[in-house]
């Protein structure tokens, strides 16, 4: 199982980032997938998840609203739109699979927002 993240960056407050995680290893078309982060000095916390259809989603209160998760089962992808970024929405972002009892996890994108 391989997940790799990227489209992290530097971005101003209420600016937009999107975010990737393209799978492998695995059906990813079968499977929930769900985006984490992580604050520093924090614990890591769950953001956002989707079926494996695409059709249901769920987000943490702090990101209702603004943020929104996808999935292109074709290309083994699912992504994070992340909009009217704050500066509390700094930190690593990592996608999760988890598959068979166990939480699969990518290296994560660094999402830093900052005037």
């Known amino acids: 199982v391989q997940l790799v993240e990227s489209g992290g960056g530097l971005v101003q407050p209420g600016g937009s980032l999107k975010l990737s995680c393209t799978a492998s290893?695995?059906?990813?078309?079968?499977?929930?997938m769900k985006w984490y982060r992580q604050a520093p000095g924090k614990e890591r916390e769950w953001v956002a998840v989707i079926d494996s259809a695409g059709g249901i989603t769920n987000y943490a209160a702090s990101v209702k609203g603004r943020f929104t998760i996808s999935r292109d089962n074709a290309k083994n992808t699912v992504y994070l739109q992340m909009n009217s970024l704050k500066p509390e929405d700094t930190g690593m972002y990592y996608c999760?699979?988890?598959?068979?009892?166990?939480?699969?996890w990518g290296q994560g994108t660094q999402v830093t927002v900052s005037s």
């Open positions: 290893g695995f059906t990813f078309s079968t499977y929930v």
């Open positions: 999760s699979a988890p598959l068979w009892g166990t939480n699969y």
